[in-house]
Protein backbone atom coordinates (compact mmCIF):
# COMPACT_ATOMS: atom_id res chain seq x y z
CA UNK A 1 0.00 0.00 0.00
CA UNK A 2 1.16 3.39 -1.07
CA UNK A 3 1.46 6.24 1.89
CA UNK A 4 3.08 9.26 1.67
CA UNK A 5 3.20 11.72 5.17
CA UNK A 6 3.97 15.31 5.25
CA UNK A 7 5.22 17.02 7.84
CA UNK A 8 6.85 20.18 8.82
CA UNK A 9 3.78 22.71 8.99
CA UNK A 10 3.37 25.45 11.16
CA UNK A 11 2.80 28.62 11.97
CA UNK A 12 5.54 31.54 11.00
CA UNK A 13 5.92 35.62 10.49
CA UNK A 14 6.81 36.64 7.34
CA UNK A 15 10.11 36.16 6.05
CA UNK A 16 10.42 33.27 8.03
CA UNK A 17 11.05 29.85 6.64
CA UNK A 18 10.36 26.29 7.28
CA UNK A 19 11.22 23.26 5.39
CA UNK A 20 8.24 20.38 4.28
CA UNK A 21 8.87 16.41 4.49
CA UNK A 22 6.93 14.33 2.36
CA UNK A 23 7.63 10.46 3.45
CA UNK A 24 6.29 7.77 1.00
CA UNK A 25 6.11 3.65 1.81
CA UNK A 26 4.94 1.35 -0.28
CA UNK A 27 6.71 2.66 -3.55
CA UNK A 28 10.02 1.98 -5.79
CA UNK A 29 10.66 5.66 -4.51
CA UNK A 30 13.51 6.36 -7.36
CA UNK A 31 10.85 5.39 -10.20
CA UNK A 32 9.01 8.35 -8.95
CA UNK A 33 8.56 11.88 -9.84
CA UNK A 34 6.97 13.64 -6.05
CA UNK A 35 4.83 16.75 -6.60
CA UNK A 36 3.78 19.44 -4.02
CA UNK A 37 0.92 20.96 -4.23
CA UNK A 38 -0.92 23.89 -2.12
CA UNK A 39 -4.48 24.52 -1.59
CA UNK A 40 -5.74 27.87 0.06
CA UNK A 41 -8.68 28.18 1.45
CA UNK A 42 -11.86 29.13 -1.40
CA UNK A 43 -8.95 28.15 -3.91
CA UNK A 44 -8.06 25.82 -6.40
CA UNK A 45 -5.15 23.19 -5.85
CA UNK A 46 -2.49 24.88 -7.27
CA UNK A 47 1.25 23.00 -8.03
CA UNK A 48 3.99 24.33 -6.46
CA UNK A 49 7.09 22.01 -6.76
CA UNK A 50 7.90 18.58 -8.34
CA UNK A 51 11.27 16.37 -8.63
CA UNK A 52 12.42 13.83 -10.57
CA UNK A 53 15.36 11.64 -11.03
CA UNK A 54 16.31 14.43 -13.64
CA UNK A 55 13.47 17.26 -13.55
CA UNK A 56 13.00 19.69 -11.28
CA UNK A 57 10.02 22.46 -11.75
CA UNK A 58 9.35 25.44 -9.66
CA UNK A 59 5.69 27.54 -9.89
CA UNK A 60 7.01 31.25 -10.50
CA UNK A 61 5.21 32.02 -7.41
CA UNK A 62 8.22 30.49 -5.38
CA UNK A 63 11.22 30.58 -7.87
CA UNK A 64 14.22 31.84 -5.62
CA UNK A 65 12.02 31.21 -2.69
CA UNK A 66 11.17 27.69 -2.22
CA UNK A 67 14.39 24.31 -3.21
CA UNK A 68 12.94 21.22 -3.78
CA UNK A 69 15.10 18.24 -2.73
CA UNK A 70 15.28 14.36 -2.43
CA UNK A 71 16.80 11.82 -0.65
CA UNK A 72 15.99 8.38 -2.00
CA UNK A 73 17.30 6.02 0.69
CA UNK A 74 14.95 7.43 2.73
CA UNK A 75 12.10 7.66 0.52
CA UNK A 76 11.74 11.35 1.50
CA UNK A 77 10.91 14.95 -0.50
CA UNK A 78 12.08 18.35 1.16
CA UNK A 79 10.24 21.18 0.22
CA UNK A 80 12.74 24.05 2.06
CA UNK A 81 10.26 26.96 1.84
CA UNK A 82 11.93 30.32 2.34
CA UNK A 83 11.07 34.49 2.57
CA UNK A 84 7.57 33.12 3.31
CA UNK A 85 4.33 35.67 2.49
CA UNK A 86 0.74 35.62 3.59
CA UNK A 87 -0.15 34.56 0.46
CA UNK A 88 1.60 30.99 1.09
CA UNK A 89 -0.32 30.13 3.34
CA UNK A 90 -2.41 27.11 2.70
CA UNK A 91 -2.61 23.03 2.89
CA UNK A 92 0.74 21.91 1.39
CA UNK A 93 0.23 18.13 -0.34
CA UNK A 94 2.68 15.52 -1.66
CA UNK A 95 1.65 12.76 -4.40
CA UNK A 96 3.25 10.58 -6.77
CA UNK A 97 3.81 10.81 -9.92
CA UNK A 98 5.15 6.83 -11.00
CA UNK A 99 5.94 7.69 -14.95
CA UNK A 100 7.02 11.36 -14.17
CA UNK A 101 4.75 12.13 -17.27
CA UNK A 102 3.28 15.01 -15.07
CA UNK A 103 6.65 17.18 -13.73
CA UNK A 104 8.14 16.47 -17.14
CA UNK A 105 4.97 18.05 -18.32
CA UNK A 106 5.19 20.85 -15.57
CA UNK A 107 8.94 21.40 -16.75
CA UNK A 108 8.11 21.85 -20.43
CA UNK A 109 4.86 23.78 -20.10
CA UNK A 110 5.27 25.75 -17.19
CA UNK A 111 1.55 24.77 -15.86
CA UNK A 112 1.26 21.61 -12.81
CA UNK A 113 -1.85 19.87 -13.11
CA UNK A 114 -2.65 17.82 -9.96
CA UNK A 115 -5.70 16.27 -12.02
CA UNK A 116 -3.47 14.26 -13.90
CA UNK A 117 -0.50 11.90 -13.37
CA UNK A 118 -0.42 12.20 -9.44
CA UNK A 119 -2.13 8.84 -8.29
CA UNK A 120 -1.17 8.90 -4.58
CA UNK A 121 -1.29 12.17 -2.03
CA UNK A 122 -0.81 12.51 1.06
CA UNK A 123 -2.96 13.92 3.99
CA UNK A 124 -1.70 17.67 3.88
CA UNK A 125 0.36 19.87 6.15
CA UNK A 126 -0.89 23.04 7.14
CA UNK A 127 1.47 25.99 6.67
CA UNK A 128 0.33 29.56 7.65
CA UNK A 129 2.47 32.88 7.64
CA UNK A 130 1.46 35.86 9.32
CA UNK A 131 2.19 39.38 8.43
Known amino acids: EVQLVESGGGVVQAGGSLRLSCAAT????????IGWFRQAPGKEREGVSC??????YYADSVKGRFTISRDDAKKTVYLQMNSLQPEDTAVYYC??????????????????????????WGQGTQVTVSS
Open 95 to 120: ATDPLARGCTSAHASGVMDPTTAYDY
Open 26 to 33: GVTFDDYA
Open 51 to 56: IGSRTI
